[in-house]
T-cell receptor
């Protein structure tokens, strides 16, 4: 089975940087996803890492270390619209197993 | 290209009733997965359908069932509703069985009273 852990909540100020960590234990590894979910809306795809290292996409970057079972999502130059829940997920047996999600609150 | 469409968006039912939720995947996508999202449990996998067949099932009681039609649209049914079934039910559309990328619909918010 899967065991995926991420912090419950994080708060940061506009313009700052926030790093959301995710640790996982899985019987087989087929990559790791990050999704963003605003309240009352669908989760939207942010990133997919299958190889070790950092992948940058504009203000958002995602890092993976397979040997450590660890990933993080880095949000730079935070904006108010980044206030949302961020979900870490690993695919296994043709389904996604999700962490509980990290609620990020951006303050002015 | 239209996204994943779930209907209805909101639903209120009483205990003991049954409910049917609908999901239309992205055009050309043939795999549909269903998830339940609650504040306490997060996103939990219910089942996946591909080519009108259930390919994968999560750890939910038999009251939760689903089906997929030849046009890839899917429905899920919950019978004998319980208060604990109150949740956001999300449908995810993928190109094929085993595709890693999934696109989510807006969800159906079910409240059981």
């Amino acid at each position: 089975g899967q065991n995926i852990d991420q912090p419950t909540e994080m708060t940061a100020t506009e313009g700052a940087i926030v790093q959301i960590n995710c640790t996982y234990q899985t019987s087989g590894f087929n990559g790791l996803f990050w999704y963003q979910q605003h309240a009352g809306e669908a989760p939207t795809f942010l990133s997919y890492n299958v190889l070790d290292g950092l992948e940058e996409k504009g203000r958002f970057s995602s890092f993976l270390s397979r040997s450590k079972g660890y990933s993080y999502l880095l949000l730079k130059e935070l904006q108010m619209k980044d206030s949302a829940s961020y979900l870490c997920a690993v695919p296994n047996d043709y389904k996604l197993s999700f962490g509980a999600g990290t609620t990020v609150t951006v303050r002015a | 290209k239209a996204g994943v469409t779930q209907t209805p968006r909101y639903l209120i039912k009483t205990r003991g009733q049954q409910v049917t939720l609908s999901c239309s995947p992205i055009s050309g996508h043939r795999s549909v997965s269903w998830y339940q999202q609650t504040p306490g449990q997060g996103l939990q996998f219910l089942f996946e359908y591909f080519s009108e067949t259930q390919r994968n099932k999560g750890n939910f009681p038999g009251r939760f069932s689903g089906r997929q039609f030849s046009n890839s649209r899917s429905e899920m049914n919950v019978s004998t509703l319980e208060l604990g079934d109150s949740a956001l039910y999300l449908c995810a559309s993928s190109l094929s069985h085993g595709s890693t990328e999934a696109f989510f619909g807006q969800g159906t918010r079910l409240t059981v009273v």
